[in-house]
């Protein structure tokens, strides 16, 4: 999750290409609201997730839970720490190295299955309830996200475009790689370790 946090506050570093869907409506909460990018992160994730809990009935697993607030944290330090970048090939430096980062971090936060986060637990929720294609659901919540980011002043652009197509990419490749890691990972030893 923090190295996924990394990621996120990389492409918004890299924002003159535009960011991704979700992280346009954080952004542009954050430009007409104050408190912080990471923060609203957290205010639409958990929110996003009581709305699934009285839909479902069912509680998220902890692990939702704690992307919430990882993830939300670690975006504000990420985006005190990293320098900003004034020149263009400095953006785009900073914003295609904060996909393959992102990729990777949801590789590894996915690949043990433990729980997933809240705009993918609200797209599994909708497909179950619609039996819409699993790419449909996706493209119409960020789509919806991007949309109200940009009306709200976010930063939309090509990169945002590249991001919706480069990242699913990245994320195929990182799940199935520490998906196999795990599998040769299951002993260690001979102490078998469960990963249910």
Known sequence: MIILALGIAMTIKGDRLGIAPWDVLHV??????????????IIVSASLLIIIYF????MPPLATW???FVIGLFIDLF??????HSSITGNIVMFVTGILIMGAGIGIYVAPEIGAGPRDTLMLFIVGK???GLRKV???????????????????GIGTVIMAILLGQVVHFTIQYFRGLLEK???IGNIPLKLE
């Open 185 to 187: 990972c299951k002993t």
């Open 55 to 58: 839909l479902s009935k069912k």
């Open 79 to 84: 985006l005190y720490l990293l320098p900003g």
């Open 138 to 156: 996706r493209t119409l919540l960020e789509a919806g996200a991007a949309l109200l980011g940009w009306f709200l002043g976010g930063p939309v």
């Open 28 to 41: 542009g909460l954050y430009s007409n609201f104050g408190l912080t990018i990471g923060t609203w992160n």
């Open 130 to 132: 619609t039996g819409w």
């Open 66 to 68: 704690l992307n919430i």
